[in-house]
């Protein structure tokens, strides 16, 4: 199938003059099939200003390059940057089921196939199909060679040839009162909300959240580290940190109702001795604060507040409520020993967060962490993201982006672009 089909090429971005400028002169490079010379000067302009639609164009550049891992990046940022992309949605899709990556190209076809046109959406109907029943045949021939590995070592008789039942994880199972309980791809057990409509989806239907940041967890975290998962929600990265060896999790939620969540997924899972939950928000000092729990996307909850019109187009109300919150430099002042892994997602209120944990950080030289980068979100929690960024500066602190293949970008760079996942170290 050809990806070039899906491709397309925005004409229209809102981006800043030079970053404009830059767009309109790739875009005529590209289509002069000087793909080469459009590649490197729609890069300069996704770097001025990063918009998804800037991101689709650069990627699909680089793809008629043949630069196939620089146009994964440029997708996978595209994705990021806008979910309602969905020719970047599309573009990303096909390009993982070429590269033979069934199972994560499905959400996207998933999602691109439903919203896509009518002429687009046979062949994206199909891609999807196929990927599928790669994915489960893929799920049978593991099945098979394991089965034949056990009887090899039981010094039994081959299985005969014949339909394995693929030990697939167990679908999930409704439990009454809007929760329903489901195993993940790590293997662990989870209690989720049915009318959450941001994270519980994606667990329920694919028993995974966040592909790439699954995987960098489970290279960053070593046997025996300490990591602290700040705005921990259902607990998703607080299993999984313990599944792949750390030795304890601190981990923090605000939300009452996400809170009890993540409590009872820590019981279920046997990993209360070492997992230390907290009903606690975390910021710059020890106090009470305004919090507004948002109630179809309670992840999405903060101490800033959306517009109604913002709320209205979400299918979603805000709750305002009152929370304690902790400084982390306040709660580990009697908590000696070293912190491995920081994580920090709390919609927009990071640096109230960062400059509550000057010293751990301080302290802490090998520290890695991982947090989302969102002027929007901060400003909607009337946050100001340029005193975060000379804060890091302070600290020794380098950037790299997870959607760009861990490339390194600079401090100020951030403060020119939009959304960003990002992995902080010295």
Request: charged share 20%.
């Amino acid at each position: 199938m050809e990806l070039a089909s899906f491709k397309t090429l925005n004409s229209n971005p809102t981006a800043k003059a030079s970053a404009r400028e830059n767009h309109q002169q790739g875009l005529r490079l590209y289509s002069e099939g000087r793909y080469q010379e459009a590649a490197a000067i729609l890069q300069t302009a996704l770097q001025d200003e990063a918009t998804s639609e800037r991101a689709n164009d650069c990627a699909a550049a680089y793809l008629a390059c043949g630069n196939r891992e620089k146009a994964l990046a440029d997708f996978l940022l595209a994705a990021s940057l806008d979910a309602e992309n969905v020719d970047a949605a599309a573009n990303l899709g096909i390009l993982l089921a070429s590269l033979g990556r069934f199972r994560d190209a499905i959400p996207y076809l998933q999602k691109s196939a439903v919203r896509a046109d009518a002429s687009q959406r046979p062949a994206l109907t199909q891609l999807l199909a196929l990927c599928g029943n790669n994915v489960a045949e893929h799920t049978l021939r593991e099945s098979r060679a394991a089965q034949e590995r056990a009887a090899a070592a039981r010094k039994l008789p081959a299985i005969p040839s014949q339909p394995a039942v693929a030990p697939t994880v167990r679908p999930p199972v409704y439990m009454g009162n809007n929760r329903a309980l489901l195993c993940t791809t790590n293997h662990c057990k989870m209690y989720v909300d049915t009318t959450d409509l941001l994270i519980a989806p994606w667990l329920l239907m694919h028993g995974e959240w966040e592909p790439e940041e699954t995987e960098l967890v489970k290279k960053l975290i070593k046997p025996g580290d300490v990591f602290v998962d700040v705005g921990a929600n259902l607990g998703y990265y607080t299993l999984l940190a313990i599944r792949v060896g750390a030795s304890q999790v601190y981990a923090f939620e605000a939300q009452e109702s996400t809170y009890e969540l993540l409590g009872k997924n820590v019981i279920i899972n046997w990993m209360s001795s070492v997992v230390r939950c907290e009903h606690l928000a975390v910021f710059s000092h020890t106090t009470d604060l305004e919090f507004f729990v948002r109630n179809s996307y309670p992840g999405n909850s903060s101490i800033g507040v959306s517009s109604a019109d913002q709320l209205k187009k979400w299918f979603d109300t805000a709750t305002k409520t009152i929370v304690h919150a902790v400084s982390l430099d306040d709660y580990f002042a009697d908590k000696p020993g070293k912190i491995d892994l920081l994580k920090v997602d709390v919609e927009g209120a990071e640096p109230a967060v960062f400059e509550g944990a000057r010293r751990i950080i301080t302290e802490n030289r090998a520290i890695k962490i991982l947090c989302e980068w969102s002027p929007d979100q901060m400003s909607t929690a009337q946050q100001n993201p340029e005193p975060l960024v000379d804060l890091w500066a302070d600290l020794g602190l380098r950037a790299f982006v997870l959607h760009t293949g861990l490339g390194e970008v600079t401090l100020k760079s951030l403060l020119k672009g939009g959304y960003q996942n990002l992995l902080l170290h010295r």
